[in-house]
């Protein structure tokens, strides 16, 4: 088992969600469904690719922080 970053945003009324170590995104109607679908999506690419694409698209794991930013 291994665990990827998963960034979540709300768009249009629903969810896209991406993996940020692979570039994998996906998208639901719901934030579960949002996650549900890119967990299964990323399972698929896992599935299919070639052991050189995993290679050349795996990333290091993000990192995620807030920053403080003053505005006029």
């Known amino acids: ?4 970053s998963a960034v979540i945003t709300e768009e249009d009324g629903g969810y896209v969600s991406l ?3 692979l570039d994998i995104a996906s998208q639901g109607d719901s934030i579960e469904e949002a996650i549900a679908n890119l967990k299964e999506a990323v399972e698929g690419f896992f599935e299919t690719a070639s052991p050189e694409e995993i290679r050349q698209r795996l990333k290091k794991p993000s990192l995620f922080t807030h920053i403080e930013i003053a505005c006029a």
């Open 1 to 4: 088992m291994k665990t990827f």
């Open 19 to 21: 993996c940020t170590e």
